[in-house]
């Protein structure tokens, strides 16, 4: 940021230096999304849609009506766009909060297409600078993702001992992505191929862990310890780009520990997995800087077409996203009218409060409404003190503007508020550069944010999207991803020979994400004051049911591997266990007892002696698992 801001100083003046510094800053955490393409993506469009929203924003400023509607519009599409994802909510974010900048410091049609291009400018050189560091800083987004699903299994190898395991976080994989899909650029193909090839092993690792939670004893503690230790070192290894070296007695506690026999088998199966591992993640240490061949085509966000399906899906009062976004246009709407009528100072620091605090969850609402009118106040004072111990020279005010960006990028997934304490720093600074008296803005900065955290609390308050309204529908997701999964496996086992291992991952995949989402949504019903549509306790009953079930599925995932012999006869089972899933689906889409499911205990009591009894084992965990959530969704329903 300090490229274009002193480039500006020096070139145009501290004006004109102002617009840089915003386009440089708000594209800036744009790189905090996606990978390598897909970053770039997003800061682009960010920055355009920031230089647009403040061409539009400084023409509709001179009247209190159009500047009112375009702030309510920019409100509302921000509020939409959570429908799209994280990549898309971010550039409606930015682009909006440029708006409600824009309107109060209207210009004439000139003046607004500068500031488009000033606000353009400093995006662009953001984007270009962290674009120019990937030859210098090859694959760390890979590394750091793998290493944190290792680490992640490292830590789930440890609860083996204590017989309390159910299935691998979801998380961490799930957010291994970019390794397949959003490959570093200037890589060679055999060097992507092996990161892709260290995330295949971890799936089947992980596969094989979940196995050993269903169908063994706890493991002995050192055991679980020793698999622990390798996989953590792997992990590291990978990160810091050297070869690992876990300790021998770790690989000879593991040859020679005495297990029985499934147990000794699966053991034996994670140390061949390991060892891949361990000769995988040497690989990568030795990185060459030549590219080859370019990587896949990489879609920062949702084509246009489904883009449009699903915001058009979205348009109804049913959806999260559009009530949020209505409740983001009225707030902004009133606070924009206010701050014209009533001529407050730099009112619309009122409007981007409300919008930054407003979000669809309660929790995440009233947790950020505090914490940034707290780090708003404290940043204020700090910079009230700073200017007087130090002095106003530009020079000075460039320097510490400069260091509180910096802290507000690193605190920016640390602490909200304080990041937020950075964030009102760097305004006041750059706002004394553009010559407003540091202790007005500050004064300014500090009552708008009371004046819109509180309006913005009232709001979510008078109209709630309370997370009980759609948990039914998360879960019910989940449900359904189960359903699918369950039908791609079985039919692997029913003819090995013919199975597509493509849609297994994607399966997979969609039940990971699925069972992301409803642990998200568990934690945000405890979060919110109780309700009757889908209480916390209801959640967390068919969460754990769930995770049972997907811990079945897991072992299920992992006997695939070693291509078993076709079992025609559990087409029964996969219809049986399918129908289940899909009737508790539809239970919990309309909030009602789900109907009697199929007898499919019985049908596993009748086939068991035909099946290897790993494939009992897992199959006898899924089963109980869907009957525990049907009893728990019947009791509470009925």
């Not at 682009?95 to 210009?107: D, E, K, M, Q, R």
């Not at 947790?367 to 200017?387: C, D, F, K, S």
Request: with cysteine; net charge positive.
């Amino acid at each position: 940021m300090a490229v274009p801001l002193v480039l500006a100083l020096l070139w145009l003046g501290p004006t004109a230096a102002t617009f840089v510094a915003v386009g440089a800053v708000a594209t800036g955490f744009g790189s905090f999304q996606g990978a390598y393409r897909s970053r770039a993506a997003i800061m682009v469009l960010s920055t355009v849609g920031m230089a647009l929203s403040l061409f539009i924003g400084s023409l509709t400023g001179h009247s209190i009506v159009a500047a009112t509607v375009a702030a309510a519009a920019a409100g509302f599409i921000a509020g939409l766009a959570v429908a799209l994802g994280p990549g898309a909510a971010f550039v409606a974010l930015q682009s909006a909060i440029v708006v409600l900048v824009a309107v109060a410091y209207p210009a004439d049609l000139a003046a607004s297409a500068w500031r488009g291009l000033l606000v353009s400018a400093g995006g662009l050189c953001q984007t270009g600078l962290v674009v120019g560091l990937w030859p210098l800083k090859r694959f760390r987004t890979e590394r750091r993702l793998i290493a944190a699903v290792y680490r992640s299994l490292a830590e789930y190898a440890l609860t083996l001992a204590t017989g309390s395991a159910s299935v691998p976080e979801p998380h961490t994989l799930a957010a291994a992505g970019p390794v397949q899909f959003d490959p570093h650029p200037l890589g060679r193909i055999s060097e992507r191929l092996v990161f892709h090839a260290l995330l295949d092993e971890a799936e089947r690792i992980r596969d094989g862990l979940a196995a050993l939670s269903v169908t063994s004893a706890p493991l002995p503690a050192p055991v679980a310890r020793a698999l622990s230790a390798i996989l953590r070192e792997t992990g590291d290894a990978v990160e810091a780009a050297r070869a690992p070296a876990p300790p021998a007695d770790h690989w000879q506690l593991l040859e020679s520990a005495p297990l029985a026999g499934p147990t000794r088998a699966r053991i034996e199966a994670l140390l061949g997995q390991l060892r891949s591992g361990v000769r995988l993640a040497v690989l990568p240490a030795a990185e060459t800087t030549t590219p080859t061949s370019p990587p896949p085509r990489v879609q920062a966000l949702p084509p246009v077409r489904d883009g449009l399906v699903t915001l058009r899906a979205n348009l109804s009062l049913q959806s999260a996203a559009c009530r949020h976004g209505l409740r983001l246009a009225a707030t902004v709407g009133v606070l924009t009218v206010a701050s014209y009528a009533f001529g407050i100072p730099r009112g619309y620091w009122a409007s981007i409060t409300a919008l930054l605090v407003l979000k669809p969850e309660f929790g995440e609402t009233y947790a950020r409404g505090i914490g940034r009118v707290a780090g708003t106040l404290v940043g204020a004072g700090v910079i009230v003190v700073l200017v007087a111990m130090l002095g106003s020279h530009p020079g000075m005010i460039t320097a510490l503007l400069l260091g509180f960006v910096w802290s507000g990028y690193v605190l920016f997934r640390a602490n909200y508020a304080a990041f937020t304490v950075a964030i009102t720093g760097y305004i006041v600074l750059l706002l004394y550069l553009a010559g407003v008296p540091g202790t007005k803005a500050a004064e300014y900065r500090a009552l708008n944010t009371v004046l819109g955290g509180a309006l913005a609390l009232a709001a979510y308050r008078v109209w709630p999207t309370w997370e009980a309204t759609r948990a039914g529908d998360t879960f019910a997701a989940l449900a359904d991803a189960f359903a699918r999964d369950v039908v791609i496996v079985l039919n692997a086992y029913i003819d090995p020979q013919h199975w597509n291992i493509e849609m297994l991952e994607q399966a997979r995949n969609a039940g990971r994400l699925a069972r992301s989402n409803a642990e998200g949504s568990v934690t945000r019903l405890f979060a919110e004051p109780p309700r009757d549509r889908f209480e916390p306790h209801l959640a967390d009953s068919l969460l754990a049911a769930f995770r049972r079930f997907a811990a079945g599925a897991l072992t299920l995932h992992a006997d695939l591997q070693a291509r078993p012999s076709p079992a025609p006869q559990l087409a029964r089972l996969r219809d049986e266990l399918s129908t289940s899933l899909e009737t508790l689906a539809a239970a919990l889409r309309s909030d009602s007892a789900p109907a009697p499911l199929p007898a499919t205990r019985e049908t596993l009591v009748a086939t068991r002696q035909s099946l290897a009894p790993v494939v009992v084992d897992a199959l006898d965990v899924m089963i109980d698992s869907v009957n525990t959530a049907a009893a728990v969704l019947t009791k509470v329903r009925a």
